[in-house]
C-alpha cells in the first residue's frame, strides 16, 4: 500500500473565524484536481479519485486533518495523507504524483486564498 503524508502549517489566524471557509478552500482545491468528497466534518475532508481512468488499485483516497491551534502552538496545521492499494514499486508511482499534485495545489490556495 502506497502512502504519502505531508504537515502543512498555515499563518496564525482565528481558527474559530476561518474553520468553514478553511474547509470550504480545502474541498475547492481538492475537487478542483478531479476528485470527489465523501465526507466532511469540522476537522476532516476525505476526498477519493473518481474510477474510470485508472485501474482500481491504483485509486487514491485523500484525507486532509485539520488541527487548531493548542496551548504548544498558535498555528493551524493541516496534516495531507494520499494513499492507494497499489504497492510503491517504483519511485514515480500514480500516488506519489496525485500527493505531489494536491501538495502543490493547497499550497498554492494558501498563497492566493
Known amino acids: 500500500m502506497a502512502r504519502y503524508a505531508s504537515c502543512l502549517d498555515l499563518p496564525e489566524v482565528d481558527f474559530d473565524a476561518v474553520n468553514h471557509s478553511l474547509r470550504t478552500s480545502i474541498s475547492r482545491v481538492l475537487e478542483s484536481c478531479d476528485l470527489s468528497i465523501i465526507y466532511s466534518s469540522k476537522d476532516y475532508v476525505v ?16 484525507e486532509v486533518l485539520i488541527h487548531p491551534p493548542n496551548s504548544l502552538s498558535t498555528q493551524v496545521q493541516l496534516n495531507l495523507v494520499v494513499k492507494n492499494d497499489q504497492l510503491p514499486l517504483k519511485s514515480n508511482n500514480h500516488c506519489k504524483r496525485v500527493f505531489e499534485s494536491i501538495h502543490q495545489a493547497i499550497l498554492r490556495s494558501m498563497v492566493n486564498p
Do not use: D, V
Open 47 to 62: 476526498a477519493k479519485e473518481k474510477p474510470g481512468k485508472i485501474n482500481l488499485s491504483e485509486l487514491t483516497t485523500i
